[in-house]
């Protein structure tokens, strides 16, 4: 990474404040790009999912470690819980998505109620045997549409049925002479085990899924500071955790320098990522203390206050750079936490140096993250809230005494509800990636980078003002 003519600024600075000049390229495809990280986490493409409660739960993990990537589970998920959604993502196909599967006497109701939390439009109706029977479409709510039928009645005919060994190039030809959408897939019992659009198929030729050594799609999750960390980093490996993170809003501080040095002692056998840091000491003190990658960001994220509440943060691109700059003396990497609004902020990151970058908010607005779907006058929205707010405060000090309790709520930090609307352009967390992917590679290209190393190592940096920022943002309607 270098600055046009040599210049680089004295002062700290944001992703808004950089363009990327354009070197000589001798690539002639963006898909000549390699976008794989090489920092223990698997990731095929550099996106790693925020630990926040309203973006990280099963559908979010499975959905994006099958293009590739990595979600990491928030600390405050029962252990039970997490056992249940990592055995969940570990029992998925790696090409075929997993629908939303009723019965035949279940109601329309319930249908259209579980059909938004995926992104393909329809639920799956299966016999007593688990074979695909019919499928229900996606409705919106009328006097057309009879919410207390039974899906016997109310379910269509399946157009596509395919064994689950088809290629997905064959399954997009079938789709595509048969005039639909989507494929159901069955195994050799002809019992269900996915559903694969026309999309589907082609991002299965494009992406590559994040697996473990066992073929089986990788999740994360993260354990706090306080209680017994490496006990219950213990049981989330024993339930099949393949990274952890060691989380806190303050990371360069004791307690995490010692609750770190714990786990890592333990020797569990899987990555340790822990954070927040913003400096170059931080990222050295974290690294000698355990961590194979640090967790840089305090304050860029759309749902935190620190900045306002505190004054206390750093510019991220400047942040990631310094920290990322430390961490590689020592042989390890950085995740740029926070502050991405654009796929130009996750080229930018990965020109600073981060491995991976973590998205939260961008995520909570598509149909795989959590929260419900509501709707309003302006489209439909779900509801985010960060992780150090009064929701989520008082979700994690349930257990404790009401004193407690009510001490702590006077200082959350965060907000505590947020509407994040569904894009209906890219309502799926797979649409995102694809605008982000498609930008990053196209930077690659821009810079005569074969892979995410390269990209650092060559690209050049400029420094712009707002209205340079501002010139750079397309206007649909014309000037």
Request: charge should be negative; glycine fraction near 10%.
């Amino acid at each position: 990474m270098r600055f046009l003519d040599g210049h680089q600024p004295d002062h700290d600075l944001t992703y808004d404040d950089l363009f990327i000049v354009p070197n000589r390229s001798e690539l002639a495809s963006r898909f000549d790009v390699d976008i794989a990280t090489h920092d223990g986490t698997g990731t095929t493409v550099p996106l790693v999912v925020a630990n926040m409660t309203a973006i990280a739960g099963k559908r979010m993990a499975e959905t994006v470690a099958r293009r590739g990537g990595l979600v990491v589970l928030p600390q405050d998920v029962p252990i039970e819980a997490a056992s249940d959604t990592i055995a969940f993502v570990k029992s998925r196909h790696l090409v075929a998505d997993t629908p939303v599967v009723l019965g035949p006497g279940d109601l329309m109701a319930h249908a259209q109620a579980l059909i938004p939390k995926r992104a393909h439009g329809c639920a799956v109706v299966v016999d007593d045997d688990g074979r695909p029977i019919g499928l229900v479409p996606r409705a919106q709510p009328g006097p057309d549409v009879d919410m207390f039928s039974d899906l016997r009645s109310a379910m269509t005919p399946i157009g596509v049925l395919l064994p689950d060994t088809t290629d997905p190039r064959t399954v997009f030809d079938t789709l595509t002479e048969a005039n639909t959408g989507l494929a159901v897939l069955v195994d050799a019992d002809e019992r269900l085990t996915g559903v694969l659009t026309r999309v589907g198929a082609l991002r299965a030729g494009i992406y590559r899924p994040n697996v473990d050594a066992h073929d089986r799609l990788r999740i994360a999750t993260a354990v706090g500071i306080n209680g017994d960390v490496v006990g219950k980093a213990r049981a989330l490996v024993d339930a099949g955790a393949d990274l952890l993170v060691v989380d806190t809003a303050h990371g360069h501080q004791a307690k995490m320098l010692t609750a770190l040095a714990a786990v890592a002692q333990a020797d569990l056998g899987v990555p340790i990522a822990a954070g927040n840091v913003v400096s170059a000491q931080g990222a050295k003190d974290l690294v000698d203390a355990g961590a194979s990658i640090v967790k840089v960001g305090v304050g860029p994220g759309a749902m935190c206050t620190t900045r306002m509440m505190t004054g206390v943060g750093r510019p991220q691109f400047s942040a990631v750079a310094d920290c990322a700059a430390a961490a590689r003396e020592l042989d390890a990497a950085v995740w740029a936490d926070g502050g991405v609004r654009h796929p130009r902020d996750v080229a930018l990151a990965i020109a600073a140096g981060a491995s991976n970058v973590m998205i939260g908010s961008w995520f909570a607005g598509t149909y795989e993250s959590p929260g419900d779907l509501h709707t309003d006058a302006s489209g439909e929205y779900k509801v985010s809230f960060g992780m150090a707010s009064k929701r989520a405060v008082a979700a994690r000090s349930s257990a404790d005494e009401a004193y407690d309790r009510a001490r702590k709520a006077l200082f959350e930090e965060g907000i505590s509800s947020s509407r994040i609307r569904i894009d209906p352009e890219r309502p799926s967390v797979e649409d995102l990636i694809d605008h982000i992917c498609a930008g990053l590679r196209s930077t690659a290209t821009y810079t005569g980078a074969r892979d995410l190393a390269e990209l650092h190592e060559k690209v050049v940096l400029g420094v712009q003002s707002a209205a340079g920022f501002a010139e750079g943002r397309p206007l649909p309607g014309g000037w």
